[in-house]
T-cell receptor, first 111, second 114 residues
Framework: AQSVSQHNHHVILSEAASLELGCNYS??????LFWYVQYPGQHLQLLLK??????LVKGIKGFEAEFIKSKFSFNLRKPSVQWSDTAEYFC?????????FGTGTRLQVFP | DTAVSQTPKYLVTQMGNDKSIKCEQN?????MYWYKQDSKKFLKIMFS???????INETVPNRFSPKSPDKAHLNLHINSLELGDSAVYFC?????????????FGSGTRLTVV
């Protein structure tokens, strides 16, 4: 079965800093990959997804992610974070019509 | 219009009680899910239904019983609640596999067992 690793458990940044959150999945083949964001006290919202095609995926709120098949990675990036990006970020892979989530990365952005 | 709605939002109950959480989606999706988020924010699938038919049943105590009266509803009933059941339960829905859609989540039900 697939598994997802998010090695950054807690990231603290100042506003305007660049962000990269790591995500690795366990084995190859055709993969469908997702990044979700969970703002404090709220539900998960889809940031972006990769199904096929261009490995550089653009999402909402200025986020993007790059699928690198050789590295089994799907890292999330944002060039300049804002205080409002403070949230929990989850990477997920689709397996047999269910999502397997990573353990999440807590991002704190200070003004 | 809320796409995936869950009720109640908060549920505080005593050990041993039986409780239900309801979920409804108005997206026309074929598949619905229950996920459990523990205190460390880890999300794990519990159940999945496709057109009222159970298709995923992870290793969940049989005190948890999902029910899908139609493809727009998926309820979760929990018997004999235990302290370890305290968590946030999220309902989600998606289109059929392979159509390229993501999953839409409800706002969650925070269950606290005391």
């Amino acid at each position: 079965a697939q598994s997802v690793s998010q090695h950054n458990h807690h990231v603290i940044l100042s506003e305007a800093a660049s962000l990269e959150l790591g995500c690795n999945y366990s084995y190859g083949g055709t993969v469908n990959l997702f990044w979700y964001v969970q703002y404090p006290g709220q539900h998960l919202q889809l940031l972006l997804k990769y199904f096929s095609g261009d490995p550089l995926v653009k999402g909402i709120k200025g986020f993007e992610a790059e699928f690198i098949k050789s590295k089994f990675s799907f890292n999330l990036r944002k060039p300049s974070v804002q205080w409002s990006d403070t949230a929990e970020y989850f990477c997920a892979v689709k397996e047999a019509d269910k999502l397997i989530f990573g353990t999440g990365t807590r991002l704190q952005v200070f003004p | 219009d809320t796409a995936v709605s869950q009720t109640p939002k908060y549920l505080v109950t005593q050990m041993g009680n039986d409780k239900s959480i309801k979920c409804e989606q108005n997206l026309g999706h074929d598949t619905m899910y229950w996920y459990k988020q523990d205190s460390k924010k880890f999300l794990k699938i519990m159940f999945s239904y496709n057109n009222k038919e159970l298709i995923i049943n992870e290793t969940v105590p049989n005190r948890f019983s999902p029910k899908s009266p139609d493809k727009a509803h998926l309820n979760l009933h929990i018997n004999s609640l235990e302290l370890g059941d305290s968590a946030v339960y999220f309902c989600a829905s998606s289109q059929v596999l392979g159509t390229g859609g993501g999953y839409t989540f409800g706002s969650g039900t925070r269950l606290t067992v005391v």
